[in-house]
């Protein structure tokens, strides 16, 4: 098992740990709701610093990313980020991915803990472009500042203009008297705030100073478990629930990421399914009666008929009722279609919904 | 983590309140801590027998499903009707307004394989 470079002071902040994509990550500090209630309404941190950071470098790294990626990179100007996908051979997506132009021949790629490898092969086996790659994720550490007072608490830390950075883009810069860190204007919570990487060497320092700065906000911990129910209650996909090896971008609702303004890897397939109309979609939906969906439920339709399988599914702490995705036939994929989620045997009453749900 | 002297336990963390010819049942503070925030009981077997460590009922919470498992074989008489609305009384209030099933005792002898308070503290610490 891998370890962040914060394990200890998370283990002593009384977290508890768990396996996850092969590191010891904190799942759970206190109480779930209150951190996931902190994110909503004031800010939390969460220590990913198990993601993978790779550095792309060279006059063809834009072609060896528009190669491998399905959203068109070319459209990023310097101090932007993307959210694209890597689509294999096979019809579904390697992973999910960030892209971060720092100039035109130089550009970070984000990546899963789940999928570091992975990516890194599959990368470097279509890397005919003579494009120098670095896997920077054992040096870096990542910690998600989220939430509407994020902004409040880091901007006390550095001489940066937080709040002149839009939505998807980053800069590198000093904070908390740390150098060479990338503040980053994006996150997996829907809640607003930033991403900060830092080396290992600053993350105590970084994490500190944040914590110092957060006080009058009541800033805490927060683990990986608020952060799933954060992301779901804004449909944001998670790799290997909701998306996989086998799930198009086009099934998975990831259109609006997949651009078929120049040619990728299998792009063929996943334009033939735009053009003809995916079979199945990943859709949201809200349970009506009552019940928590999971991973792994089977949905139905009113007469029994499996249609299709939960993705991921939650109670959603802010909504405070059962909510989750899966894929199911096109024909069930309209809002307000009922649907019926198998619980333990009984099919309760779920409906189709508009994501984000929050 | 309180485990009241009076009550008696189970290895799958459930307490058991013996009073004359029936029995109050919950789960204990353990398990409450151990699944987090309770969102919902799930309880369908009000008026129906249970045999001993058979399912009685589910507990959601936010990011895990357990199932109950009946401590003594009995029917169901009640079910806490409160936890309907307030679920949290279970992390509150584990013995008390936590309680989940009120049910009969039909094999007394099975009584004896329940554990004590001190018995359940040193499986659990």
């Known amino acids: 098992m891998k370890y962040v470079a914060l394990n200890d002071l998370h283990v002593s902040l009384g977290a508890k740990m768990i396996e996850f994509a092969g590191y010891n990550m904190p799942v759970l500090y206190n109480n779930l709701i209150q951190e996931h209630n902190a994110v909503r309404n004031s800010v939390g941190v969460f220590d990913v610093s198990h993601m993978g950071e790779f550095m792309l470098k060279g006059e063809k790294a834009l072609e060896l990313i528009q190669l491998v990626t399905s959203n068109d990179a070319s459209k990023l100007t310097d101090g932007k980020v993307q959210y694209s996908c890597l689509p294999n051979n096979e019809g579904g997506i390697v992973d999910d991915l960030l892209v971060y132009r720092w100039n035109e021949n130089e550009y970070y790629l ?69 150098e060479d860190v990338i503040i980053s204007n994006t996150g997996y919570t829907g809640a607003g705030g930033f991403e900060i990487y830092v080396w290992n060497k600053d993350a105590r320092k970084m994490w500190d100073a944040i914590f110092e700065a957060g006080k009058e906000f009541d800033i805490m ?112 994929s309209k809002v307000d279609t009922e649907i019926f989620i198998e619980i333990r045997d009984k099919a309760i009453k779920a409906k189709v919904v508009k994501v984000p749900f929050l | ?106 094999n007394k002898n099975e009584v004896a394989s329940l554990m004590s308070a001190a018995d359940y503290k040193g499986l659990v610490h």
């Open chain 1, 221 to 332: 911990p927060t683990g990986l478990g608020a952060r799933d129910t954060l992301r779901l209650e804004k449909g944001f996909c998670l790799y290997g629930n909701d998306i996989n090896d086998t799930t198009s971008p086009i099934e998975a609702g990831l259109g609006w990421i997949t651009k078929f303004t120049k040619p990728f890897i299998n792009h063929e397939y996943h334009k033939a399914i735009k053009e003809n109309g995916a079979t199945k979609k990943l859709v949201g939906f809200e349970m009506i009666d009552r019940g928590i969906p999971r991973q792994h439920y089977m949905i139905k339709d009113v007469d029994g008929n499996t249609i299709g399988e939960v993705t991921s599914g939650t109670q959603s702490p802010s909504l405070n009722k059962g909510i989750g995705m899966g894929y199911v036939s096109a024909a069930f």
């Open chain 2, 1 to 106: 983590m309180n485990f009241p002297e009076n009550l008696l336990y189970t290895k799958d963390h459930e307490w058991i309140r013996i009073e004359g010819d029936v029995c109050y049942i919950g789960i204990t503070d353990f398990a409450q801590k151990e699944l987090g925030d309770i969102v919902y009981v799930d309880i369908a077997t009000k008026g129906k027998t249970v045999n001993q460590h058979d399912v009685f009922g589910t507990v959601e919470a936010v990011k895990t499903v357990s199932d109950l498992f009946m401590p003594l074989t009995g029917e169901v008489l009640e079910v806490n009707a409160g936890l309907d609305a307030a679920p949290e009384n279970v992390n509150n209030d584990a013995y008390g307004e936590g309680w989940m099933i009120k049910a009969t005792i039909a």
């Open chain 1, 110 to 178: 984000v990546v899963n803990a789940s999928n570091i490898d992975k990516d890194w092969n599959w990368i470097s086996q279509h890397n005919t472009f003579g494009v120098e790659m670095k896997n920077m994720s054992d040096d870096m550490s990542l910690l998600a500042v989220q939430g509407p007072n994020a902004i409040k608490v880091l901007q006390k830390l550095t001489e940066v203009n937080l709040s002149a950075m839009e939505y998807y883009t980053f800069c590198g810069g000093s904070m908390a008297g740390c």
